[in-house]
């Protein structure tokens, strides 16, 4: 009885620690789902990639318009007709492949949250049964976000926070795209300082740092989930979920430094 015990106790405990809890998920992903944690991190890193090589590009496209002085007015509104409907199939591009890409990871996620293992075939199947619903859920929290960083940075960061586990419940409880993201803000509510810790810690790793976060999700979500359904007290904060305040105030300190000694230089 006293070996049963210890074993449920153990499974119930309660991860504070950012790095301890993003380094067991990322053991758990690994464990339970390795070929598509090894999946999800290429996607990740071409991802990374194609961001850079999109902002390469777009720097060096700023002339061609300007040698271009003798277009009709017909083939003008051609021109604009097309590269309207190139913007909106790249628009629509974006959204189906973000939309299973998120989707997919999500599952993957969810799986490993349940020690759970699932396969590409699955994986999809499960995502194209959810599309419209990830789909909804990603432009109503985008929009959600967007909104808050334009308004003033905090809030879109803390809707960021919230709303961090909002594919989770579309999979694990049949949620609809607002009971999904009322279920995210129950479970964040009073622990957004554990999912800053959370991102923090994953975002200082390098390369691998996405899947950490993944993996922290599969941990931090059915933690939440127990302690939420049943009403239990809020656990200690580790203090390393800080660690992203001190990371900014250093990073500004910095800056005001190099700013102060261009400054002193100049007033030489």
Sequence with gaps: MATKSKVKNAKQEYISNPFKLIFKGFDSLFKHNQTMSIVILALTLLGSFGQVFNAAGSSTTGGAAASSSANTGAEIVLIVALISIASLLFIAA??????????AIAYVVYKTSKSETTNFSETMHAVFGK?????????????????????????????????????????????????????SKQLTKDHLIEVFGMVTAAAIIPIVGPLMQYGGQSVMYPQLKRLKDSNGAKPPVHWLNYLGFVLIGLFVLFIAMIVGIIVAILHK
């Design 94 to 103: 974006i959204l189906f492949f973000g939309t299973i890409i998120n989707g």
């Design 131 to 183: 599309f419209w619903t990830i789909l909804g859920v990603q432009i109503v929290v985008g929009l959600k976000i967007l909104g808050g960083l334009l308004l003033f940075i905090i809030p879109g960061i803390r809707a960021a926070l919230r709303y961090n586990f909002v594919l989770l419940p579309i999979f694990d409880e049949d949620a609809t795209v607002g009971k999904a993201m009322q279920r």
